[in-house]
């Protein structure tokens, strides 16, 4: 289920935008990718003082919530927020996946289960934006 929740903001952002009357909505997927590459950097300098884990966990419940507050966003401010905090959190979770896998099973499971992990990001791909779009067409 996370993993097809996920990914639709990726596809769907830049048409809530516009539809919210943001004129510069593409834009927010550069402000996504750069929030991404911020959180990758500064999870993994802080996955070195702190357990993977523990910041994985932190990363996961900060990118819910930013989704849970995607549909009340409006604004441009608001909207570029959102990106930001969307980005940061979903580039820190990509950071994260192999230590935490280490962390748990060993370095020998990582590759196996790193594969496994990324079929799930796979299936969540191909079913979210999807299943997002189809929910939006029919209730409006």
Same mark, same amino acid.
């Given at each position: 289920?996370?993993?097809?929740?996920?990914? %639709?903001?990726?596809?769907?952002?830049?048409?809530?935008?516009?539809?919210?009357?943001?004129?510069? %909505? %593409?834009?927010?997927?550069?402000?996504? *990718?750069?929030?991404?590459?911020?959180?990758? /950097?500064?999870?993994?300098?802080?996955?070195?003082?702190?357990?993977?884990?523990?910041?994985?966990?932190?990363? /996961?419940?900060?990118? *819910?919530?930013?989704?849970?507050?995607?549909?009340?966003?409006?604004?441009?401010? !608001?909207?570029?927020?959102?990106?930001?905090?969307?980005?940061?959190?979903?580039? %820190?979770?990509?950071?994260?996946?192999?230590?935490?896998?280490?962390?748990?099973?060993?370095? !020998?499971?990582?590759?196996?289960?790193?594969?496994?992990?990324?079929?799930?990001?796979?299936? *969540?791909?191909?079913?979210?934006?999807?299943?997002?779009?189809? /929910?939006?067409?029919?209730?409006?």
């Amino acid at each position: 289920l996370y993993m097809c929740g996920f990914t %639709a903001p990726y596809t769907h952002v830049v048409y809530y935008a516009e539809l919210q009357g943001y004129e510069n %909505a %593409a834009m927010l997927v550069s402000v996504v *990718g750069a929030g991404s590459t911020v959180g990758r /950097i500064l999870c993994g300098i802080s996955a070195a003082v702190v357990s993977p884990r523990r910041l994985f966990l932190m990363v /996961i419940l900060i990118q *819910g919530l930013s989704l849970a507050w995607l549909p009340s966003c409006s604004t441009e401010t !608001e909207l570029i927020a959102f990106s930001v905090v969307f980005g940061g959190s979903s580039g %820190a979770r990509v950071a994260l996946v192999s230590l935490v896998l280490w962390e748990l099973y060993g370095a !020998e499971k990582v590759p196996h289960l790193f594969g496994l992990a990324g079929l799930a990001i796979g299936v *969540g791909t191909l079913i979210g934006p999807t299943l997002v779009g189809s /929910i939006y067409d029919l209730t409006g």
